[in-house]
């Protein structure tokens, strides 16, 4: 069986596109995780999963845009803490989003 140029352009094409779907998948999936992963640092005092049972707040269910700015804040030195002045210094920005991403997705319970 032969293949004319066209056929072997589509098969190409779709090759092409279906290499792309599943990268984008993958990127996908690997976001998805990195923000849970890094939020199960935060376990230990903030709950699993941001549902904290003890005197520090919970983070489950709050405003991304919240957590991230309290962060960079702890981070920068501009909001006092014991702690969370150093934690916060060993994430980078889009560590940080991924984080509060998971957090905001979840369940305040």
């Known amino acids: 069986m032969h293949l004319d140029t ?8 779709l090759l092409v596109a279906a290499i792309a779907i599943a990268a984008s998948e993958t990127v996908l ?10 939020a199960a640092n935060c376990a ?4 699993t999963a941001g ?3 003890g005197g520090l707040p ?4 709050r405003d991304k845009a919240t957590i ?3 962060i960079q804040e ?3 030195g501009t909001r006092p803490s014991t702690i969370m002045q150093q934690i916060a210094k060993g994430y980078t920005d889009a560590q940080l989003e991924a984080a509060a991403a998971y ?3 979840q369940r305040p319970d």
């Open 6 to 13: 066209k056929a072997l352009l589509r098969i190409d094409t």
């Open 103 to 105: 957090f905001a997705a």
């Open 58 to 61: 919970s983070l489950a269910g």
């Open 68 to 70: 991230v700015k309290q």
């Open 74 to 76: 702890f981070r920068d």
């Open 29 to 38: 999936a690997a976001e998805s995780n990195l923000g849970r992963d890094i």
């Open 51 to 53: 549902r904290s049972r």
């Open 44 to 47: 230990a005092c903030h709950g």
